[in-house]
């Protein structure tokens, strides 16, 4: 057995409360007492919480026939030892007080809900653990809260009386009187009791006193505290308080000292004034608020076994000397200590870590003798042994019993047995309260626990440390909070619940972790002592009279049919779940949240409004009636005018440092808690509604999305109407919705095809959305954003809105509190701009170039609508550039270059000249210029780049675009070259020079999906070249030099032309004129040649070419099979109409070029064929082998095939044919075989 020194656990906390967690961390292993008897032990650890005694001090000790019955001069005064308690006859409140357990725990809320098992007075604590052991009636109050359990004495006969005065309590009297006990009266203590009383009290205080001598009072102050003993036994006690008596003189006699030392005491247990629990409550009952409060000398944090609970004690303790802490207790010698007494005296000491008690033994008043006794020897005290095993298995199975049976939160609970019965019942006072048809107000319990229901949520939500997995916990308490209470008498703690409900869902995604610090917030007392004295079993206690097996128990929750089942180890086990229902909501789905976050916002509101006195100025709205949403089709004027008018935007949003100082429009006043409470519920709300229109953007349902948005202004603009200045989180969140309103409005403008839909997504309202915008038109006309959030048809007025919103963006983010703040969020809003007016700029771009379409074929000039249109698209993109080289971004910076690019194609182009025969007249210098102009932003774009690295698709693109330009460029230069202007050599030097270019930045090398077209490009201007050069060199007269560089150069061209067409396996038509064209140019060689020799080897070479065309044909054949096995499928007719039109236009298209080339092929082939048969037949030399015989019957077979064969056959016939004659020709050269393959 060990005892410990407990001393230091006494401490007075004479600051804030706050110290109470060092003073807790003093408390290690020191503070665990272990308590053993025979083969039994328990275990018991006290940690002081908050004591508002002062320091220990040691007793006196008095002498031996000291009469306890004359009252000591120092009666009835306060003192620092006894604390206000001593101002009293009885030394202390015998009775608990209905409210106790609330008191501690509004002080030590951090405990409450999963810390601690019970919370409660230490005399319930004893009353409870000695039920087995006693027949006095038990009668106590339980709220559960989490897995905490709150106990409170019951005073029924105190309710009873209550009930006659108000009225309240008259269905439990009914129903009390009808189950339980049918004739019940108030019995009077008899005299003894309170001369036991007056001695004790007289006791105490001879303690205390420094000489320790009795000095008598006048008979009449003894007279006068007797008659108080009378008074206070026969005044009501539930709710009961004490009331300190001392005077203004007497509190002048007390020394400065103790003045200054009772004045800390009386203010340790200050709160907060929003913490304040009166300000809550206006019942108009001061006792009650007043029982709300922790009126305990110390706050004890017990753990018992495995059993945490929260205790409050009174009692006195003294020290010093030897003896650091001991508890003082006088005893009649006369009186055995029985086994209640005994159990009283342990718990109590356990319970505050006393390691000693000292009893003084008196006779009728006179004192005997003192002794000390170990607090583990009182369990083997003479006539009063007791298990301490047994008493732990008791504390377990009533706290089982208990958190098996009062499982909802909310909930009043009724734990009664009658005086002298073995039957303790459990009983739901709010269900039967609800059967009874009472209001809420009818059970005094109801409000204490739905502000401890509030504020157990409120702190755990508060918690730095807190994270998501008691979402769940919080939300059952703030729910259970609310069904307890009357709106129109609570309506802002109703308020707040349904704000902090709404809060719970975070619609952030990115969770904010603030670190692990926690505070514990400290309760505190007035001082007052209790003399703990023990409960012993007399006349005084037998209130209930002894009943019998009750006729009915249905109304009972739950029953222990013998107390003697308690001491049974583990007879009662908890097996309830705690909170079966408290899972938090998790939905994945966005919607469903914010609608769930807009419900409690809702009722929210409806809370503030029902607490406004002042009725609105406003006509009263009907919530069902829908407020219409504004839409309107805007014309080309209002389209110019929204600059000025959405400019109004910013007077809107900018911050204001200014409070507001007058009632607002719905009457309410600055500062006030409604005042407050509006303000978050909007922002709150606004955050919902952005939420929702993120998600439908999102879903590509874009009415929808500016509906929401719509919504989210509307409750800022609200939100702005009440509030004097914002806080630059607000001002940030604002340029949020303003940025996502602008999104919304561009995507609109993109998907103009959908927009009977989207209006109709528009104009849908929901139930909560009428009343929460009816709320919101109590403060604000709510049209500040209505504007930026209308639904028009003008795709141009969409965008200039969407810029705007950017823009009012932008200048909220350059500009007072948040300049040089949010540099990311700054940084996606520029982005945003630059996106935004290269839209612009791309839709005037648009416009001009369908303009131009239209006057296609027409001779006209450019227009003035046109130069505004390029002025505009221009404007757009050079402000786009300058925002994107704001956040060095190369690759977008790169895009609008490129888009410019275009725009000055599309200037070159409507600057060409229509002839009077509406053809096609020379290319001109604007032309010439603006396709300069674009090469150049093109070059641009690529140096913002840098390299394809950098990012490939873009380069790619610009690289594609650069060729076009410098193609299209050397076409038309080509096909209608400027000769009034310039000569025709420095036009083909031009041409080739540009189309040099051109093939410069044709990436044949890389593979990619423009890999064909760049293999297309380039054959196509080796084509082009090799034509010209054909031209020059036919057209050529003179320098022989010049011609054969001409036609060396043809040859390079078209030699390459060829080779490029063939790795194409989808140009056999260009691949065919390729090839036509060299034969002509081979033709047109030979006809300048005089050798025969000559001549032969060049229509022999001619041939060899011919032949080439076979790869051709080969491709026009596959292609016209399938064509005709296309048109042969019955399936084709499932198909849609538009893929048979679009197939048979292209099939068409190639079919009357091949015939047109296939004309030119025939009198070509004929031609070779008729010129090497008369040559080789012609010729004088010998024949040296039957070789070149044998070549000439080919030629003449061929021949004599092509002039036989039908013209008017089906085209793939003839194709089919020129394959036969064409391998014919192959067969004996195996070189010309060779060379096929290789080609």
């Not at 670190?515 to 006349?539: A, H, I, T």
């Not at 757009?876 to 270059?897: H, P, R, W, Y």
């Not at 090497?1172 to 082998?1185: D, E, F, G, P, Y």
Request: with cysteine; glycine share 4%.
């Amino acid at each position: 057995m060990n005892v410990v020194n407990m001393s230091s656990q006494d401490k007075k906390t004479d600051s804030d409360p706050k110290h109470e967690e060092d003073q807790s961390n003093t408390a290690s292993e020191d503070n665990k007492q272990v308590i053993c008897l025979g083969n039994n032990e328990v275990k018991s650890r006290a940690v002081v919480k908050y004591s508002a005694a002062p320091p220990s001090s040691t007793y006196a000790l008095l002498q031996e026939k000291t009469d306890l019955k004359l009252p000591p001069a120092n009666w009835l005064r306060e003192n620092t030892q006894l604390g206000t308690a001593g101002t009293t006859v009885l030394g202390s409140s015998r009775k608990s007080k209905p409210f106790s357990s609330f008191g501690m725990a509004y002080d030590f809320i951090d405990s409450i809900g999963d810390d601690v098992d019970v919370v409660s007075d230490s005399e319930n604590i004893k009353k409870l653990l000695k039920i087995p052991y006693s027949k006095s009636h038990v009668s106590m109050a339980v709220h559960r809260v989490g897995s905490t359990l709150l106990l409170d004495e019951l005073d029924i006969q105190e309710l009873f009386m209550r009930s006659s005065q108000t009225g309240d309590w008259t269905w439990l009297k009914e129903f009390y009187q009808r189950l339980i006990d049918q004739k019940w009266q108030r019995k009077k203590k008899s005299k003894e009791h309170w001369n036991e009383k007056a001695i004790l009290s007289k006791f105490l205080y001879y303690s205390i006193n420094s000489d320790g001598t009795a000095v008598p009072v006048p008979s009449d102050t003894e007279q006068a505290a007797e008659e108080d003993c009378g008074t206070a036994a026969e005044g009501p006690s539930w709710p009961a308080t004490f009331n300190n008596s001392t005077t203004e003189a007497e509190e002048s006699a007390i020394p400065k000292e103790e003045q200054v030392d009772t004045y800390a005491l009386g203010h340790v247990s200050s709160v907060p004034k929003e913490q304040n629990l009166p300000t809550l409550f206006n019942e108009g009952e001061n006792s009650q608020s007043q029982d709300l409060r922790n009126d305990f000398v110390r706050n004890i944090l017990w753990t018992f076994e495995d059993i945490h609970m929260l205790v409050g004690s009174n009692m006195p303790i003294f020290g010093g000397g030897r003896y650091p802490a001991v508890s003082l207790r006088l005893r009649d010698n006369n009186k055995p200590i029985n086994v209640l007494t005994g159990i009283d005296y342990w718990l109590d000491n356990l319970m505050c870590n006393v390691p000693e008690l000292v009893m003084c033994f008196h006779v009728n008043g006179i004192v005997q003798k003192y002794e000390m006794i170990k607090t583990e020897d009182i369990p083997d005290l003479e006539n009063s042994t007791f298990s301490t095993r047994v008493v732990k298995d008791i504390a377990q199975n009533i706290l089982s019993f208990l958190k098996s049976n009062c499982t909802k939160e909310g909930h009043t609970y009724w734990l009664f047995k009658a005086s002298g019965s073995d039957i303790v019942k459990l009983y739901d006072l709010t269900t039967l309260c609800e059967e009874a048809a009472e209001e809420k107000c009818q059970n005094p319990f109801t409000l204490p626990v739905a502000v401890l229901l509030y504020k157990v949520a409120s702190n755990m939500i508060l918690k730095k440390s807190q994270n998501r997995k008691n979402y769940g916990i919080i939300r059952t308490l703030l729910l259970n909070c609310i069904k307890l209470l009357d709106e129109e008498r609570h309506p802002q703690i109703i308020a707040s619940a349904h704000y902090m409900l709404a809060e719970l869902f975070q619609l952030d995604d990115v969770s904010e972790d603030e670190g692990n610090g926690e505070s514990l917030r400290g309760g505190g007392s007035e001082d007052s002592y209790s003399d703990e004295e023990e409960e012993e079993e007399e006349e005084d206690e037998s209130s209930y009279s002894t009943s019998s097996e009750p006729q009915d128990d249905s109304k009972a929750v739950a029953i222990i049919k013998s107390v003697g089942e308690l001491s049974v180890p583990e007879k009662y086990k908890s097996t309830h779940q705690i909170r079966p229902n408290c899972a938090f909501p998790v939905s994945q789905d966005k919607e469903e949240k914010c609608r769930l976050v807009l419900s409690y916002v809702l009722k929210g509101l409806k809370a503030v409004e029902s607490s406004i006195k002042k009725e609105s100025d406003l006509p009263a709205a009907d919530p069902s009636t829908p407020i219409p949403l504004k839409y309107e089709e805007r014309s080309q004027n209002g389209a110019r005018d929204v600059e000025q008018e959405i400019a109004l935007l910013l007077d809107r949003v900018g911050p204001c440092n200014e409070e507001l100082k007058v009632p607002t429009r719905s009457g309410m006043l600055p500062g006030t808690w409604q005042h407050r409470m509006k303000l978050q519920l909007f922002l709150k709300a606004s955050k919902a509604y952005y939420v929702l229109s993120d998600a439908a953007t999102n879903l590509l349902k874009y009415g929808r999305a500016l509906r929401y948005i719509k919504l989210s202004l509307q409750c800022h603009d609200a939100y702005c109407s009440i509030n004097g200045g914002l806080h630059p989180q607000v001002l940030l969140f604002h340029c949020q919705c303003l940025s996502l309103c602008g999104d919304v409005q561009l995507m609109l403008a993109q998907n103009a095809s959908n927009r009977a839909a989207y209006l109709e997504e528009y104009n849908y309202q929901t139930k909560d959305d009428q009343e929460i915008l009816h709320c919101l038109h109590r403060e604000s006309s709510c049209q500040a954003f209505s504007m930026a959030t209308d639904l028009a048809l003008d795709p141009e007025y969409q965008l200039i809105v969407s810029s705007k919103c950017y823009e009012a963006a932008h200048d909220l983010l350059t500009s007072g509190v948040l300049k040089d703040q949010e540099q990311e969020q700054l940084g996606q809003v520029l982005k945003r701009l630059g996106n935004i007016r290269n839209e612009m700029g791309v839709f005037y771009m648009n416009q001009a170039a369908a303009m131009q379409a239209e006057k296609q074929g027409v001779r006209r000039s450019v227009c003035v609508a046109e130069q505004e249109l390029w002025k505009k698209s221009f404007s757009c993109f050079e402000k786009g550039m300058q925002d994107f080289n704001a956040i060095s971004d190369s690759v977008n910076t790169a895009l609008l270059l490129c888009n410019i690019g275009r725009l000055m194609r599309i200037c070159a182009q409507a600057h060409c000249v229509t002839t009077s025969e509406h053809s096609r007249g020379e290319f001109s210098p604007e032309e010439t210029l603006y396709y300069n102009k674009a090469i150049d932003y093109y070059q641009r774009a690529l140096k913002s780049l840098g390299c394809r690295e950098s990012h490939s698709a873009v380069w790619d693109s610009v690289n594609w675009e650069l060729s076009t330009t410098y193609f299209t460029l050397a076409t038309l230069l080509q096909d209608y070259a400027p000769l009034s202007r310039k000569a025709q050599q420095q036009i083909e030097r031009e041409v080739t020079e540009t189309m040099m270019k051109s093939l410069r930045y044709c990436d044949l090398q890389t593979e990619s999906a423009r890999q064909p077209l760049y293999q297309y490009r380039a054959a196509t201007i080796h084509h082009r070249l090799a034509s010209m050069y054909h031209s020059c060199y036919r057209n050529q007269v003179g320098d022989e030099s010049v011609r054969k560089q001409h036609r060396v150069q043809a040859e390079q061209h078209y030699s390459k032309a060829v080779r490029l067409f063939i790795s194409l396996s989808d140009a056999p038509c260009e691949l065919l004129r390729t090839l036509l064209e060299r034969v002509a140019f081979a033709e047109f060689t030979m006809a300048g040649q005089n050798s025969s020799a000559v001549k032969l080897k060049t229509l022999t070479g001619a041939l060899e070419i011919m032949c080439e065309t076979r790869h051709a044909f080969k491709l026009i054949h596959k292609e016209l099979l399938e064509q005709q096995e296309k048109m042969l499928t019955p399936e084709d007719s499932d198909k849609p109409e538009e893929l048979h039109s679009d197939s048979s236009s292209s099939s068409e298209l190639d079919t009357e070029e091949v015939v047109k080339l296939i004309g030119i092929f025939e009198p070509s082939f004929s031609f070779l064929l008729l010129q090497l048969i008369k040559l080789s037949t012609a010729s004088k030399r010998k024949v040296s082998s039957g070789k070149e015989e044998e070549q000439v019957k080919i030629y003449k077979s061929v021949y004599s095939r092509f002039l036989r064969a039908e013209k008017s056959v089906p085209l793939i016939q003839r194709v089919s044919l020129f394959m036969e004659l064409l391998d014919q020709l192959k067969t004996p050269t195996g070189s010309d075989e060779a060379r096929s393959s290789s080609s």
